[in-house]
């Protein structure tokens, strides 16, 4: 997906010392309908990133950035606080390519970041517990 960042990153360590970092990312769709109204409609999708990939991400993504995500959708479930089971599908990025304004070409030229992270044979008993990490409503 190619679009800005929603919230400032947030990084937390594992126990293993293993960064992990979390933010939101905005893609929106435009149409005309048939009066020849256009119609945006934005979707929110949550994006987590490990180890050094998270790293870089927590040094340079800030708010309302425009960035280039790709990776893997991976759903799961948990039991909140309250006893709820909840639901989640989340980006799991293996790739982040930083698509800056030229106000920061001097500052960052376009940045790439490759995470090494098998997303083929990701483990969901890795992720932390939803209550610990992401915190999203």
Request: with cysteine.
């Amino acid at each position: 997906c190619i679009r800005d960042s929603g919230r400032e990153t947030k990084t937390k360590y594992l126990e293993s010392g293993v960064p992990v970092t979390t933010f939101s990312l905005a893609t929106s769709e435009t149409h005309r309908r048939k009066d020849g109204q256009r119609i945006t409609s934005t979707e929110w999708h949550n994006v987590v990133l490990w180890r050094g990939l998270a790293e870089l991400a927590e040094k340079y993504v800030k708010k309302g950035d425009p960035l280039y995500i790709e990776g893997k959708l991976h759903s799961r479930t948990w039991t909140d606080r309250d006893g709820n089971l909840r639901r989640t599908t989340e980006i799991v990025a293996s790739n982040l390519i930083m698509l800056s304004p030229k106000a920061k070409q001097q500052e960052l030229d376009e940045v790439i970041f490759h995470d090494d992270v098998d997303i083929d044979s990701f483990d969901e008993s890795n992720f932390p517990d939803e209550n610990d990490l992401l915190g999203y409503e």
